[in-house]
């Protein structure tokens, strides 16, 4: 295994949160000033110290990045556009943290945001991916959830899960979104609750799906020595990996690519799946969730029924996962989703997640999983990061 040059002396901090909404007729654009702004004011840094940015969205287009810079009147010196969804938090960080190192940037700014009205999402579903769409349409299916009731019926079938297992995911994640004041969803869900929710695609009901919203997500990478500099509470990269098109030759998807380069994930930061204290995983529905978990190591394929049966998943449990409630409770603002668990694990390590704080958390782990296809994801991606000295 060739071993990649690590991430050390990289920094992550300013974990920004631009409230969600339900719908707004604000566009992408809006939101992703907002969330500049409040980087800026939270780091104490002037606009034109910023000098590289990184921006994921689906709602923006035409535009990408670049006009991004126009709008706002940014003139960086390292720009990336990263139209990866759910896994595109990670991978953000993931060049962020290079360009810092090599030099190319000083202070990144990494943002992802979205709008949505009955226009964006129609805009945005239709012309998502091509080929998913040649592929099902003719079919009368059109959308996600029908996507992954494909991929959810077919692990039930492989594996032995059941609803009450996906449920468990789902209501222990409701359970850390109450604490979580950016949280859409302000009411708790009990099993029975989600057992009786209306179906939506077989084997896929109300509550296994995410709630579109409006809003965003952003973070800074700097050096940590910059960091330090600026009096920033922070945390420190101390691995990541990525892939995509893993696993191409099974027929629908029941692994994904966290996978094939877990063992150097954990090689980076030195440690092990059982010393990781909380996981921020990617969850547009419970059986992501579950696959990551097996995919990453905390236990083994087609163990993860048996896993969530076994531990809590609440910020107090066993395993505590996805502390801000998930998308799937504090809601999905578009690309913003796959940057959610980065500013939730910031803030975890940092000592500034309130009421929903992991007991004692030093190391925490960030999964994203994007761009969906006919029948698996095809990008996914997984950081660890840890407190700083």
Same mark, same amino acid.
């Given at each position: ?173 409701? /359970?850390?979104?109450?604490?979580? +004041? @950016? ?5 708790? #869900? *009990?099993?029975?609750?989600?057992? %009786? =929710? ?115 998943? /609440?910020?107090?449990?066993?395993? +505590? @996962? ?5 998308? #799937? *409770?504090?809601?999905?603002?578009? %690309? =913003? ?53």
């Amino acid at each position: 295994m060739n071993r990649r040059k690590g991430y050390e002396g990289v920094a992550v901090a300013v974990p920004v949160t631009v409230p969600y909404v339900r719908h707004s007729t604000r566009s992408a654009h809006w939101f992703i000033g907002q969330a500049l702004q409040a980087l800026v004011k939270a780091s104490g840094l002037a606009k034109a110290q910023i000098d590289g940015l990184t921006v994921s969205s689906f709602s923006l287009a035409p535009d990408t990045a670049v006009g991004v810079t126009q709008h706002l009147g940014l003139s960086p010196r390292w720009l990336d556009h990263i139209p990866t969804g759910g896994a595109s938090g990670v991978m953000a960080l993931r060049r962020a943290a290079r360009a810092v190192q090599a030099g190319d940037a000083d202070v990144v700014a990494c943002v992802a945001a979205d709008t949505n009205h009955v226009d964006s999402f129609r805009q945005t579903l239709g012309s998502f991916s091509n080929f998913a769409r040649d592929a099902t349409y003719p079919y009368g299916s059109g959308g996600p959830n029908s996507i992954f009731a494909f991929i959810t019926s077919n692990y039930m079938r492989q594996f032995g899960a059941t609803r009450e297992d996906f449920g468990r995911i789902a209501v222990d994640q409701r /359970t850390n979104a109450l604490k979580n +004041p @950016n949280a859409v969803f302000k009411k708790p #869900l *009990s099993l029975d609750e989600y057992l %009786a =929710a209306r179906p939506i695609a077989d084997s896929i009901h109300l509550f296994d799906c995410v709630m579109p919203c409006a809003g965003a997500e952003a973070f800074l990478v700097m050096s940590e020595e910059r960091a330090r500099e600026l009096g920033l509470p922070h945390v420190l990269v101390r691995g990541a990996i990525e892939r995509h098109n893993a696993f191409a030759d099974d027929p629908v998807m029941a692994r994904g690519g966290w996978l094939v380069d877990r063992a150097e994930l954990y090689a980076q930061a030195g440690v092990q799946p059982k010393d990781i204290d909380f996981v921020q995983t990617y969850d547009d529905y419970p059986v992501i969730v579950m696959m990551q978990f097996e995919d990453l190591g905390f236990c083994g394929k087609g163990e993860g029924p048996a896993f969530v049966r076994a531990n809590g998943m /609440t910020h107090l449990g066993s395993f +505590p @996962n996805n502390t801000s409630g998930g998308q #799937l *409770s504090a809601g999905q603002a578009g %690309a =913003a989703g796959g940057f959610l668990g980065m500013t939730e694990a910031i803030r975890q390590l940092t000592d500034s997640a309130g009421e929903r704080a992991a007991s004692d958390a030093k190391l925490g782990l960030v999964a994203g999983f994007g761009m969906v296809t006919y029948d698996r994801c095809l990008c996914t991606g997984a950081v660890i990061l840890g407190r700083s000295a």
